[in-house]
């Protein structure tokens, strides 16, 4: 199955998820990227979360990380899925 893809449904279904910020997801985060998907080690994953909690601004692990996972069409996507495309759709769906 195409990454990208497959990244992108993961970040907006997280996006949607993460009422109370981004660390209220990070347990789904971390069995999807880790355990699932196999697309990081719990170390790599800790590691990246670390670089963004050390960045000043938003947390941008999930540009990382999709990143790490498919270059930077995956980036891209991730950033798009994460912020605010999926609510967005979701609001003009159910609206």
Same mark, same amino acid.
């Given at each position: 199955?195409?990454?990208?893809? =497959?990244? &992108?449904? #993961?970040?907006?279904?997280? !996006? $949607?998820?993460? /009422?109370?910020? @981004? ?17 990081? =080690?719990? &170390?790599? #994953?800790?590691?990246?979360? !670390? $670089?963004?909690? /050390?960045?000043? @601004? ?38």
């Amino acid at each position: 199955m195409n990454q990208v893809a =497959t990244l &992108a449904r #993961l970040f907006a279904w997280l !996006s $949607l998820m993460a /009422l109370g910020g @981004g660390l209220s997801v990070f347990p789904s985060l971390k069995t999807q990227t880790v355990d699932v998907h196999g697309w990081l =080690t719990d &170390a790599q #994953l800790e590691y990246l979360y !670390s $670089l963004g909690q /050390l960045a000043p @601004g938003p947390n941008m692990m999930v540009a990382s990380i999709g990143e790490w996972v498919a270059g930077l069409p995956g980036a891209i996507v991730v950033v798009s899925a994460a912020s605010s495309l999926s609510t967005t759709v979701a609001v003009l769906i159910l609206g």
